[in-house]
């Protein structure tokens, strides 16, 4: 198809009279390469984005233009991939827990709260508790005395841990 002169009128952005309008009409009609290239020129001239240079720089913003546009499209269509796909992986996830919290919710909310509540008590008691042995200690113990609490602890983690494990062997003992 011959695309002239409207593919000039169209890149040169040229002032057309009533006429040639209605001659260029009719071949957009018809032909998809410069009905394109007529939407480029009118998306461009609304974003005010091209001076009435003429050939060659039009051309090129022309092209820059629309790659502009399929790439934004692309990317907007990536980061709707990415959250959904994100979402639902996360819903997936989340399933379970949903259901059951759903289901029950009071005791969710009481075993939640009762957790936080041992937390919070057990940090503080232990704030306390260090904030004490910090405060007495260094007054009442001599550092050679430190090695001596250091093996008394060992000592007593050692008889801690060898009871556990004397507890979990006894029911097989008694089994045989
Ligand atoms: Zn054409």
């Known amino acids: 198809m011959n695309h002239q002169p409207f593919e000039t009128w169209l890149l040169d952005d040229k002032h057309l009279s009533a006429v040639e309008k209605r001659d260029l009409d009719a071949h957009i009609r018809v032909c998809r390469t410069c009905s394109a290239l007529s939407e480029t020129g009118l998306a461009l001239r609304s974003a005010k984005a091209v001076s009435p ?20 499209r692309r990317r907007v269509w990536g ?6 796909s994100g979402l639902g992986l996360l ?19 009481t075993t939640a709260v009762g ?13 306390d508790f260090l904030q004490v042995i910090t405060q007495i200690l ?26 556990i494990w004397q507890f979990a062997r006894k029911p097989q003992g008694v089994n045989a």
Do not use: C, D, H, N
């Open 53 to 72: 240079a003429a050939g060659f720089t039009v051309r090129f913003q022309q092209r820059l233009a629309a790659q502009k546009i399929v790439e934004r």
């Open 91 to 109: 819903s997936w996830f989340a399933a379970p827990f949903v259901i059951s919290f759903l289901s029950a919710p009071i005791e969710w909310i």
């Open 115 to 127: 957790y936080f509540l041992f937390i919070f008590t057990s940090l503080r008691v232990l704030g």
């Open 138 to 163: 260094p007054q009442f113990i001599p550092p050679y005395a430190w090695m001596v609490l250091f093996s008394a602890m060992a000592g007593v983690g050692l008889a801690w841990a060898v009871s």
């Open 79 to 84: 980061m709707f991939v990415l959250i959904f």
